[in-house]
């Protein structure tokens, strides 16, 4: 069984665009989170939630829209495409009550605009 | 704020042959560490971390990593490589009163026969 999935692993659309990433957790945990690798292979946080509430929001431009309907899920919706969004987004879940728990990753939705 | 400098962005290195990957942070409050690993096409894999405690700790797959205080550093080892071993490395910290996760720009250890 898969602890974190994120559905669809590729995505190729074009500028202007909207697109949705959806990410479920079965590990029981109360905090995910989005980020994005570039080119480069940098890694950013993006957003996380605990329990459904915002919890971080790193200055990412507001075409970007996560939306938790239940701490197992948080979803990624995306409005306006352009090229620089082009990367692999990465879903990630912990616990919380005991900080320094690591983060579990699912393996990535690669986004590609033409 | 936090940052985590990974100097070497390749690490080319033999079969069999020990390694070390580089890390260093820069932090103002206190910070849990951490080495991710990525295979290619895959998500992030934790191989160890460390909290508090033992200053040496051990991972997955043979790794092991050392924190030093007062160098700021978080070296990752492993004493003899495989083939298997070829993916991208990350080194990331986590402030003690926060969930996030800061990274580095990754190591790619390139393992050859």
């Known amino acids: 069984d898969t602890a974190v999935s994120q559905t669809p692993k590729y995505l190729v659309t074009q500028m202007g665009n909207d697109k949705s990433i959806k990410c479920e957790q079965n590990l029981g945990h109360d905090t995910m989170y989005w980020y994005k690798q570039d080119s480069k292979k940098f890694l950013k946080i993006m957003f996380s939630y605990n329990n459904k509430e915002l919890i971080i929001n790193e200055t990412v431009p507001n075409r970007f829209s996560p939306k938790s309907p239940d701490k197992a899920h948080l979803n990624l919706h995306i409005n306006s495409l352009e090229l620089g969004d082009s990367a692999v987004y990465f879903c990630?879940?912990?616990?919380?009550?005991?900080?320094?728990?690591?983060?579990?990753f699912g393996d990535g939705t690669r986004l590609s605009i033409l | 704020a936090q940052s985590v400098t990974q100097l070497d962005s390749q690490v080319p290195v033999f079969e069999e042959a020990p390694v070390e990957l580089r890390c260093n942070y820069s932090?103002?409050?206190?910070?849990?560490l951490f080495w991710y690993v990525q295979y290619p096409n895959q998500g992030l894999q934790l191989l160890l971390k460390?909290?508090?405690?033992?200053?040496l700790v051990k991972g997955i797959n043979g790794f092991e990593a050392e924190f030093n205080k007062s160098q700021t550093s978080f070296h990752l080892r492993k004493p003899s490589v495989h083939i298997s071993d070829t993916a991208e490395y990350f080194c990331a910290v986590s402030p003690y009163n926060t969930d996030k996760l800061i990274f580095g720009t990754g190591t790619r250890l390139q393992v050859f026969p």
């Open positions: 460390y909290l508090s405690g033992s200053t």
């Open positions: 990630a879940s912990s616990q919380t009550g005991a900080l320094g728990q690591p983060q579990h």
């Open positions: 932090s103002s409050v206190s910070v849990y």
